[in-house]
């Protein structure tokens, strides 16, 4: 990686967007939001996250869709990103087919604070 | 048809079979008899004769000795009581004369040679009266001859006709002086009639002829021949022997008249022969006549049994058939007509009999009958009520091959084409247990029931519980009776109702990270900004949906037990490391009941076993969280680790209050806490170990209660298999690790 913390948040809820994005900022990281497909598109137009945390239920297009978007079309600049998975379903089943689709890890989000997520990015990379 | 002529066979020949056995009692020894008389011909009719002939001959000389011997007497008595007076002798003569008619001549000699001579004749007694000259001598005079030797005279002369006249003369001596002195002498000539001669010898048969034969061969006495002659055949002793067989023999010959005889004689005292003769056509007469009477009997014999065997065989048979007839009827069911025999024997008695158990048996048909309707409708009731049941029923053999079916069982099938009756069971209904083909176990005897049992039904699935009812091993066509309950929407309602707590949980969960993730933001910030009251409260809030957060776990656990969908990742985990470390993160609790948490370790290595982490810390959060929530404020909690070489235990033992002994099993139950938990008012879902006991099953460890020592509290326990390369390499989630907040790629290099 180049050493730059860029972070996309893909994530209907808006006050989880919320805690994610005060929590990665505290520790230094640059972040970026978005609701949905169309706003994380819009987003990487200028940003090119390395890493991204997508929500696996989103409204229109769905999490594992906008993930293989991500992976396999490189004008997105996401194919080498850090791709982690957000939900709250915590079931293996899903999380395998994330990681069959590409992604890097899987988050489950009532498992862990936001204030833990700077050292989730960094493990990841450990 | 066949049966008919068979049966008239059979008693055609029992008729035949009575007649052949009367025939041969009846006829058997005629035959005998015949067979021999045949064989042995004539000769024992012949030899009988013969002996007989010996006897007769035989019996005639001894009467013909006694005849001469009477005569004898009769003259000597006569001669003794003569006197010699001249005057007297002449009367005295007439008088033994007409005393005596057979008498023709008499000669008495006196000692002075005076013959007087008595005889008969047409005009009466004559007497004549002569001396005899001086030359005569005694061997020339008979009456001479008789006083010189003083002997008896036998003999037999002819008279003029050349007629037999037996010659008798003795010696005549004076009876009235003691001297016995001779007088003369006396001869008699008798003339012997028919008359006499039949009454002298022994009677005779017709056939047989008898006659008597001097001792100069003349003839004496013959029925047949009114002038006797000599018979020159006789010349002699031996030539009389030569014919008739003589002494003691009977001779078979040529007689005078040229006939074939059998011949026997005897010799008289005197020497005559008294001779036998009996054509032998006679015996062989005879011997035809037996044959004739054997034949005659035979046939009366023959003709009488045969009537007696069919008189027999009609008395016998006729009941026979009678009963014949009737058991016949007996045997096509019919009962109307009872077993007529008249005869008042055995039969008659066999017959009421037969009939008594006709009507037994009628009473007893109609008796199943009204049964038999009784069951059918029976019967019709019971399958009317199977085939109305919601539940399928199928019947199977012990080949578990499909003997009944009920229209619910069917309906199941539906997609399958009949018949189902006599296929496989396992083809028609290929269910399942646990992924795997239900296996009916028939062998043994009494209920068993099988759950959650699953039939594929091409894209659908069908849950069903089954009760399998094997029956004793009697009624080899039904071995055993299945009840199929569908479970589907019990089991699809189940579903939902997880789901529900499943959406439930999930839904709670998004609003509840947002709060406790705004509560750790404001509890970050709260140093600077908050009064230490403000704190506390917020640490009371972040424990709160701290505990929310686990109840809604759990919930979430729970549902995917239910549902069969937990997961476990079998890691390689380090037991004792993560122990010590739970324990660690606990201790904070622990003392603000004042309590001692330890941990401690019975081995002096680490142990590692192939976990999931996640549910092992799970379970440790649990036992240790429950002892620290059970022993009361100021106890003693205790972890300990220990391990064999195949299994790693890890014990949580407390001084708490225990755990009774019957409780100890409900307790790794659903929704089961100990009593005590109401007592203490000590709060908690009882979630925890049942679900801890899922998790440690599911990786094939235990979990329980070690058993009271005497020490008091209690002392949980759970164990896992130690790690072994060789097999659990293998069952590790090679390329998936799962941390503390999820799950994140393995990366080999960097």
């Known amino acids: 990686m180049d050493g730059s913390k860029n972070v996309l948040i893909i994530e209907d809820e808006p006050m989880l967007r919320d805690l994610y994005q005060k929590a990665l900022r505290g520790a230094g990281y640059t972040v970026e939001l978005a609701g949905n497909w169309a706003q994380a598109r819009e987003k990487l137009v200028n940003f090119k996250p390395t890493y991204v945390l997508l929500d696996v239920m989103l409204p229109g297009e769905t999490g594992l869709e906008v993930l293989q978007f991500l992976r396999n079309d490189a ?3 996401c194919t080498q990103a850090n791709i982690l998975v957000l939900t709250n379903l915590a079931q293996h089943s899903v999380a395998d087919n994330a990681m069959d689709h590409g992604a890097d890890g899987y ?3 009532a498992d862990i604070l936001p204030a833990d997520l700077p050292e989730i990015l960094e493990s990841i990379n450990d | 048809m066949g049966e008919e002529k068979k049966q008239s066979s059979y008693r055609r020949k029992v008729s035949t079979r009575v007649l052949s056995y009367f025939l041969a009692i009846a006829v058997l020894p005629v035959i005998i008899v015949s067979v021999i008389l045949t064989n042995a011909g004539t000769e024992p009719l012949l030899k009988s004769a013969a002996s007989n002939q010996q006897r007769l001959s035989s019996d005639g000389a001894r009467q013909v000795d006694r005849y001469i011997d009477s005569l004898i007497s009769q003259l000597e008595l006569s001669a003794s009581q003569f006197s010699l007076a001249p005057d007297q002798l002449e009367p005295q003569l007439k008088n033994l004369m007409s005393n005596n008619t057979d008498l023709q001549k008499v000669e008495f000699l006196t000692l002075d040679r005076t013959l007087r001579t008595a005889t008969r004749g047409s005009d009466g007694i004559r007497i004549a009266s002569s001396t005899l000259p001086s030359s005569d001598n005694s061997s020339n005079n008979q009456g001479l001859s008789l006083m010189d030797n003083e002997r008896q005279l036998i003999d037999v002369s002819r008279d003029v006709n050349n007629r037999p006249l037996i010659t008798i003369g003795i010696s005549v001596y004076d009876s009235t002086s003691t001297t016995n002195r001779l007088l003369g002498s006396i001869i008699g000539y008798y003339q012997t009639t028919d008359e006499t001669w039949k009454s002298i010898l022994p009677e005779l048969d017709s056939d047989e002829k008898m006659y008597v034969v001097d001792t100069d061969n003349q003839l004496v006495y013959h029925p047949d021949e009114t002038t006797l002659t000599i ?5 002699t002793v031996e030539s009389v022997r030569s014919f008739a067989g003589g002494e003691g023999e009977t001779k078979q010959t040529i007689s005078a008249e040229k006939q074939d005889v059998l011949a026997n004689a005897s010799l008289t005292d005197v020497g005559w022969s008294v001779i036998v003769e009996q054509p032998v056509s006679s015996v062989n007469g005879a011997y035809m006549s037996f044959i004739l009477t054997a034949i005659t009997v035979a046939i009366v014999m023959v003709v009488s049994t045969v009537l007696a065997s069919i008189l027999f065989t009609w008395r016998i048979a006729s009941p026979v058939k009678s009963l014949l007839d009737g058991i016949r009827r007996l045997s096509k069911n019919d009962y109307s007509q009872p077993i007529d025999v008249k005869t008042n024997d055995e039969f008659r008695e066999m017959s009421e009999t037969l009939n008594g158990l006709g009507a037994n048996i009628s009473t007893y048909i109609n008796s199943l009958q009204a049964n038999n309707s009784n069951l059918s409708f029976g019967q019709s009731q019971l399958q009317s009520i199977i085939n109305s049941v919601n539940d399928g029923i199928i019947a ?5 091959e499909i003997v009944s079916i009920n229209p619910s069982a069917t309906r199941i099938v539906n997609h399958v084409e009949p018949p189902f009756v006599g296929r496989p069971l396992s083809e028609i209904f290929p269910w399942t247990i646990d992924g795997r083909p ?18 594929a039904k091409g894209e659908s699935v069908q849950y069903m519980n089954l009760i399998v009812q094997v029956n004793e091993r009697e009624d080899e066509s039904v071995a055993a009776i299945i009840t199929m309950h569908d479970q589907t929407a019990t089991r699809e309602l189940d579903f939902m109702k997880l789901d529900f707590v499943a959406i439930a949980a999930h839904e709670l969960r ?5 709060i406790s993730g705004y509560l750790d933001v404001i509890n970050r910030e709260a140093i600077h900004s908050l009064s230490t009251e403000n704190i506390e409260d917020l640490q009371n809030a972040i424990i709160g949906t701290q505990q929310l957060r686990e109840l809604i776990n759990k919930l979430l656990n729970i549902a995917r037990i239910e549902r069969g969908d937990m997961e476990i990742f079998l890691d390689k985990l380090n037991l004792t490391q993560m122990t010590a470390t739970n324990v ?9 009941k004042r309590q001692v948490l330890s941990f401690t370790s019975s081995i002096n290595h680490n142990v590692y076993v192939p976990a999931d982490p996640a549910s092992i810390t799970e379970v440790l959060n649990n036992l240790i969280g429950n002892a620290i929530k059970y022993t009361p404020d100021g106890g003693q909690i205790r972890v300990n680790i220990t391990a064999t ?10 001084n708490g209050p225990g755990i009774p002994e019957e409780l100890r099993e409900k307790l790794f139950s659903k929704f089961y806490r100990a009593e005590r938990s109401m007592i203490t008012g000590t709060r908690g879902t009882g979630l925890g170990l049942f679900i801890s006991k899922t998790v440690i099953e599911l990786q094939r460890g235990t979990i329980g209660i070690s058993p009271d020592q005497g020490r008091g509290g209690s002392a949980f326990y759970f164990t896992l298999p130690v790690y072994l390369p060789e097999r659990d390499d293998a069952l590790v989630t090679q390329n998936v690790s799962r941390g503390r907040h999820g799950w994140f790629k393995k990366r080999t290099n960097n």
Do not use: C, M, W
């Open chain 2, 396 to 400: 199977i053999n012990a080949r578990q």
């Open chain 1, 107 to 109: 988050i489950i989000k």
């Open chain 2, 231 to 235: 018979r020159n055949d006789f010349s």
């Open chain 2, 645 to 654: 070489s195949d299994e790693a235990r890890v014990e949580v033992i407390d």
């Open chain 2, 510 to 514: 998004t609003p509840l990270t947002v």
């Open chain 2, 584 to 592: 660690e993160q606990h201790q904070q609790i622990a003392a603000q």
């Open chain 1, 75 to 77: 004008s997105f600049s």
């Open chain 2, 438 to 455: 239900l296996n009916l176990d028939i062998g043994y005897s009494g209920t068993k029931s099988y759950e959650g049992v699953v039939l």
